[in-house]
T-cell receptor, first 118, second 112 residues
Framework: GAVVSQHPSWVICKSGTSVKIECRSL??????MFWYRQFPKQSLMLMAT?????????EQGVEKDKFLINHASLTLSTLTVTSAHPEDSSFYIC??????????????FGPGTRLTVL | GDSVTQMEGPVTLSEEAFLTINCTYT??????LFWYVQYPGEGLQLLLK?????DKGSNKGFEATYRKETTSFHLEKGSVQVSDSAVYFC???????????FGQGTELSVKP
């Protein structure tokens, strides 16, 4: 089946530094990818929709200057947390929609990236 | 706004027990409803779905019926196995844009 990878799987950084998380669709093309954030014991919250070759669409309340999204190719989207602070510590999950599938239900999820900001 | 509410976990069952995980939703119109499963260390996987009222989604022995009158989509399985231990997420999508709204997840632990 279709696989989505995320790198790194976990990262620890100092407050004030920037961290980049990669999301790759390994065996299919994805014009649309989604970035979610998950707090412990809570649901996944959609942060933004990433469209290949265009600007991402951010959900209300998500700072676009803090969470930079780049979707430069059909198989890669990156999320950069700029000037990270301890409150940014969370589990970040991406998903990718198979562009060749006729169904918008065909969305594949990555295993997530655990970010800890000291 | 749209929302999904699941029963709180963790849920602990013995092997071969009957499973029910409750899910209710709030949404305008007629959303599509989904159950996703997340096994340890893996990404979420679509378990089953239903796109209109009274539809029943089923997969791997799991079932859920789209109940418009009670705005519910409860997940059931007649006989759980240890390998079913995972976190289960109920979700809805309104329209075809692919944007999913998730419940908080329910952790299931099945003991031999």
């Amino acid at each position: 089946g279709a696989v989505v990878s995320q790198h790194p799987s976990w990262v620890i950084c100092k407050s004030g530094t920037s961290v980049k998380i990669e999301c790759r669709s390994l065996d299919f093309q994805a014009t649309t990818m989604f970035w979610y954030r998950q707090f412990p014991k809570q649901s996944l919250m959609l942060m933004a929709t990433s469209n290949e070759g265009s600007k991402a669409t951010y959900e209300q309340g998500v700072e676009k200057d803090k969470f930079l999204i780049n979707h430069a190719s059909l198989t890669l989207s990156t999320l950069t947390v700029t000037s990270a602070h301890p409150e940014d510590s969370s589990f970040y999950i991406c998903s990718a929609r198979d562009s060749t599938s006729g169904s918008t239900d065909t969305q594949y999820f990555g295993p997530g990236t655990r970010l800890t900001v000291l | 706004g749209d929302s999904v509410t699941q029963m709180e976990g963790p849920v602990t069952l013995s092997e071969e027990a009957f499973l029910t995980i409750n899910c209710t939703y709030t949404a305008t119109g007629y959303p599509s409803l989904f159950w996703y499963v997340q096994y340890p260390g893996e990404g979420l996987q679509l378990l089953l779905k239903a796109t209109k009222a009274d539809d029943k989604g089923s997969n791997k022995g799991f079932e859920a019926t789209y109940r418009k009158e009670t705005t519910s989509f409860h997940l059931e399985k007649g006989s759980v196995q240890v390998s079913d231990s995972a976190v289960y997420f109920c979700a809805l999508r309104r329209g075809g844009g692919g944007k999913l709204i998730f419940g908080q997840g329910t952790e299931l632990s099945v003991k031999p």
